[in-house]
């Protein structure tokens, strides 16, 4: 289980590395477009990243979305995280923050009922 310390670390590691985890992210939802992603997709893939980081400590999500937002980038961004995560972050980031993390995500998707592609 993790620990609130754990969760603190984990979540200070995080926010340190927020820009370049949000512009690999970016680039993961927009693969389908040759990877060169959009306005839309970096502010989804922020405000996604933003969310999981809240919901990862406990607190309540506020995500806002464009509207004109692709359902399957929700997919993409849950299948990328973690891999994206281990590049970014490396050992600095312990095994059980990476699976709490993926949790967080799908929890916060289902919270806020954003369906997944």
Do not use: C
């Not at 979540?11 to 839309?40: C, F, W």
């Not at 989804?44 to 979305?65: H, I, K």
């Not at 993409?76 to 312990?94: H, N």
């Amino acid at each position: 289980m993790t620990t609130e310390k754990e969760i603190t670390a984990t979540s200070a590691v995080l926010n340190d590395k927020r820009g370049m985890i949000v512009q690999a992210m970016a680039g993961y939802i927009a693969r389908p477009n040759h990877g060169t992603p959009t306005e839309d997709h970096n502010e989804v893939a922020g405000a996604l990243f933003d969310a999981t980081v809240a919901t990862f400590a406990g607190a309540s999500p506020t995500v806002r979305l464009p509207a004109e937002i692709e359902r399957r980038w929700i997919t993409r961004f849950g299948d990328g995280l973690v891999p994206i995560l281990k590049d970014a972050i490396g050992p600095d980031l312990p095994g059980s923050s990476l699976s709490r993390l993926g949790d967080a995500y799908w929890r916060m998707v289902n919270s806020i009922g954003v369906p997944a592609a």
